[in-house]
Nanobody
Framework: QVQLVESGGGLVPAGGSLRLSCAAS????????MAWFRQAPGKEREFVGA????????SYADSVKGRFTISRDNAKNTVDLQMNSLKPEDTAVYYC???????????????WGQGTQVTVSS
């Protein structure tokens, strides 16, 4: 069982930056692959980015590539999502996910956090 808690969401003007953080409860965090998803009101949940258990090359959705960066600190059991050049269309609830299996852009990750709201004003 892995418990995930996201933090760092908030309201930011377009062009601004936010850094989301996800804290995991499990001691074996360094064996889990991590990903971020988001869901905007009235829209389906969508993939944002993912990173393998060993911090290997991350993958990103085309819509955020070059603006968002995922990083992880296995010593602290955290994974962060640095979001730069934010746009109003980035407004959504952002979810952290984890699984022993790497699903890339797939949403089959077993463990999900409760989400944190990001609102980008125009």
């Amino acid at each position: 069982q892995v418990q995930l808690v996201e933090s760092g969401g908030g309201l930011v003007p377009a062009g601004g930056s936010l850094r989301l953080s996800c804290a995991a409860s499990r001691r074996t965090f360094d064996t889990y692959n991590m990903a971020w998803f988001r869901q905007a009101p009235g829209k389906e949940r969508e993939f944002v980015g993912a990173i393998r258990w060993n911090g290997g090359s991350a993958s990103y959705a085309d819509s955020v590539k070059g603006r968002f960066t995922i990083s992880r600190d296995n010593a602290k059991n955290t994974v962060d999502l640095q979001m730069n050049s934010l746009k109003p269309e980035d407004t959504a609830v952002y979810y952290c996910t984890a699984d022993l299996v790497y699903y890339g852009k797939g949403s089959a990750y077993k463990y999900w956090g409760q989400g944190t709201q990001v609102t980008v004003s125009s």
